[in-house]
């Protein structure tokens, strides 16, 4: 149990794995311990406390078991500095795996992880004091209110008094939360909570933030929000890690993304990249009012690729130019059918789609490798 000065007898229940130094500081209890246990570890390095560091993280050679289980094999990759990173995979490829070996939780069985071209590993305290971490689970004390979680965070980090009292004011007037600052965490609304995550991850104004999944549960508008947020965050200077399997947030969020499956990376670059190294052409999205007449078209249109999916019509067509003209032809063949058209567009296909497509390509392959 970790008890916060100045609350009396009062305690507060034991965080995620994620909260800061729980796995670092095993077994040690209480806030001075921990800042005792920082003060005497922490030596005058390039990780050293008061700016952020501008270097990039590079995974080189990086393989992670688990026993006889490999999670991850083979990884070699920059993430630059400055930029919103994004990692998306299907749910059991190791997203979270990853992020733990980037931020230091885990050991890679074999390879490095640099930080600032330092190994990870054997700056573990140092690097730690730079990198702010919010997983799929809170990792605030629900039994203390929205301030003073952000400023017991702070406190563990080793802020002075003055520096402490000005950074929890600052984040919490960032994520939205600063005029609830004396409510209890456990009654904040899921949203808000969130953002309380994001505070407390922030207060040491982290060289790189690392969200697992940040939206996973949220509506509609707080997940537009919450995006907005983590725009504004990477804005002020922060390198920001992001994993997501909602890949239409990936494609509006991140500068670059990785796609990781069976075990590695498939591929790595921005959202234009990948719709240009991927599919050259374009595609033809149709709804029409009666979607059953969609099988006259597939039949019309046997030439090319099609797919029905969510009651849409899409057809991809190789060659960009020829688009606009079999788009006519589809015009054409609707207005003479009477079918009455509720939308219909070109453009390139979207992260989703392409994303799909790869994976469908690695099962193809691996089910002929078998065969």
């Known amino acids: 149990m970790l008890k916060l000065l100045g609350r009396g007898k009062k305690s507060v229940r034991s965080a995620s794995l994620f909260s800061p130094y729980r796995n670092i500081f095993g077994n040690i209890k209480s806030e001075r311990e921990v800042r005792r246990e920082i003060k005497k570890q922490v030596s005058p390095s390039v990780f050293s406390f008061g700016n952020k560091v501008e270097g990039s993280i590079k995974l080189e050679g990086v393989e992670k078991r688990f026993g006889k289980k490999v999670v991850l094999k083979n990884l070699s990759f920059e993430i630059p500095k400055g930029k919103i990173f994004g990692i998306i995979g299907v749910s059991g490829s190791g997203k979270t795996t990853l992020l733990r070996l980037v931020v230091g939780y885990y050991k890679p069985t074999k390879g490095l992880v640099t930080f600032n071209q330092k190994d990870l590993q054997k700056q573990i305290l140092q690097a730690a004091r730079h990198f702010g971490f919010a997983s799929q689970e809170n990792s ?6 929205t301030e003073e979680n952000v400023r017991f965070f702070g406190k563990l980090y080793g802020l002075k008094k003055e520096i402490l009292n000005s950074r929890v ?28 995550d994001l505070a407390c991850a922030l207060v040491n104004d982290p060289s790189v933030l690392i969200l697992d999944e940040p939206t996973e549960d949220l509506d509609p508008i707080l997940r537009r929000d919450l995006l907005e947020l983590i725009k504004r965050i990477n804005g002020m200077g922060t390198t920001v890690i992001f994993t997501t399997h909602l890949l239409n947030e990936a494609e509006y969020l991140c500068h670059e993304v990785a796609i990781l499956s069976k075990q590695g990376i498939l591929t790595i ?87 799909t497509q790869m994976i469908q390509d690695v099962k193809e392959k691996n089910g002929k490798k078998r065969g």
């Open 140 to 145: 605030f004390y629900e039994d203390l209110t």
């Open 169 to 196: 004011e600052e984040v919490l007037k960032v994520v939205g939360l600063y005029e609830d600052g004396r409510v209890l965490a456990k009654n904040l609304s899921g949203g808000m909570k969130r953002r309380l």
């Open 269 to 355: 670059g921005t959202p234009d990249d990948l719709r240009r190294m991927y599919k050259k052409g374009e595609e033809i999205h149709l709804v029409l009012e009666d979607t059953s007449n969609y099988k006259r078209y597939l039949r019309k249109l046997e030439g090319f690729k099609t797919v029905v999916v969510n009651g849409k019509l899409v057809v991809y067509v190789p060659v960009r130019e020829q688009a606009p003209k079999l788009l006519r032809r589809i015009l054409s063949m609707a207005e003479k059918n009477r079918d009455k058209i509720v939308y219909t567009d070109i453009r390139k296909p979207s992260l989703g789609e392409i994303f």
